[in-house]
């Protein structure tokens, strides 16, 4: 059974930098495409950023609008562990974020394609 693990939530305030970490254990990591999705208090859970599964040709990432350029996801297949590097974090960006699992297959930015996650970590950035 895949089994997703978050860490590296915290406080910071607007304009800070927080990396967050996923580890997978149970499955192929290379095999799964990974996403981000962070959930807002009040508010449903909304895609953040992933990436695809390795190939000879490298691997695709995938962000929301409002986080590009400052987000930045990564996977280490080494490790079994994928990231994310946040930048210039802005109050908006505060939630728990969670990490997620899917099929390469079909669109990296549709919830409901996703069949594993993680608890959660949370991310508070203040004004």
């Known amino acids: 059974q895949v089994q997703l693990v978050e860490s590296g939530g915290g406080s910071v305030q607007a304009g800070g930098s927080l990396r967050l970490s996923c580890a997978f254990s149970?499955?192929?990591?290379?095999?799964?495409?990974m996403g981000w999705f962070r959930q807002a208090p009040g508010k449903e859970r909304v895609f953040v950023a992933a990436?695809?599964?390795?190939?000879?040709?490298?691997?695709?990432?995938y962000y929301a609008d409002p986080v590009k350029g400052r987000f930045t996801v990564s996977r280490d297949n080494a490790k079994n562990t994928i990231y994310l590097q946040m930048n210039s974090l802005k109050p908006d960006d505060t939630g728990v974020y969670y990490c997620?699992?899917?099929?390469?297959?079909?669109?990296?930015?549709?919830?409901?394609?996703?069949?594993?996650w993680g608890q959660g970590t949370q991310v508070t950035v203040s004004s």
């Open positions: 149970g499955g192929t990591f290379n095999s799964y495409g």
């Open positions: 990436i695809s599964t390795s190939s000879w040709s490298g691997f695709s990432t």
């Open positions: 997620a699992a899917k099929n390469p297959q079909g669109d990296y930015a549709r919830l409901m394609l996703y069949n594993y």
